[in-house]
């Protein structure tokens, strides 16, 4: 909670000592032997979870044959972090990993190494295979998702924690995560404008002035 509420640059060790009830930085010391590792073993732990859910959804998926659509595949993205976020054992994780990716990405890919986040890659692989659009704008929109959707459910899991969510005209509607998932489709399947489609053409052109428009099959 220090992480998501304060960032994790800004949380020295004493307040995460005091804020466990430890009377020494000893304490932290003794059992992660630096703030650095204490971070890798809780992006870890709560990736674990992530992870797992993940793999069961789409196991059930694999049984069905396999997404059928973007929807099912965004529900597998997505689900699993709501369902962290609303877990109180977990609130903050989304926030803590949020701040960690916009201040030190390589630590947290350093803790996840290619092996926490597998389910995670198994979604954007299959996003990149649905998409009917020229592979570098599907590669950029799904960049641009990873950061829509760490800010909306950041401040999902921001308003969960404060309680603020029942009387809320924002997050207290009945429809609210439906509406998330639609604005986040909406966001990687939206047709480009010409605009966009030339200068991607522009860009190809400086590359190989024959090469077309690459089209994910």
């Known amino acids: 909670m220090l992480f998501a509420r304060h960032g994790v640059d800004a949380v020295t ?14 304490a932290l010391y003794y059992h ?19 992870d797992a859910r993940r793999r069961e959804m789409l196991d059930d998926m694999a049984k069905r044959g396999g997404p059928a659509s973007i929807r099912e595949v965004m529900l597998v993205l997505i689900m699993p972090v709501i369902e962290l976020g609303e877990d109180e054992r977990w609130r903050g994780y989304i926030r803590f990993t949020s701040h960690l990716q916009a201040s030190n ?17 198994e979604c954007f692989n299959h996003l990149k295979r649905l998409l009917p659009l020229p592979a570098a704008i599907v590669e950029q929109r799904l960049s641009i998702l990873a950061i829509y959707s760490n800010a909306v459910l950041s401040a999902h899991e921001a308003a969960l924690e404060s309680r603020n ?6 997050w207290g509607q009945p429809f609210t995560i439906e509406n998330i998932l639609d604005m986040l489709e909406a966001a990687i399947t939206g047709p480009p404008s010409q605009g966009t489609l030339a200068k991607l053409q522009e860009t190809d052109a400086t590359r190989d002035p024959s090469a077309p428009v690459r089209i994910n099959p």
Request: hydrophobic content about 45%.
């Open 13 to 26: 060790v004493q307040e995460i000592v005091d804020a466990a009830g430890q009377r020494n930085n000893a």
């Open 32 to 50: 992660f032997r630096t703030k650095e590792e204490l971070i890798r073993q809780m992006v870890v732990e709560g990736a674990a979870v992530l």
């Open 105 to 121: 990405p390589t630590a947290l890919r350093d803790a996840l190494n290619n092996r926490w986040n597998a389910g995670y890659v």
């Open 165 to 170: 969510t029942r009387n809320s005209r924002l």
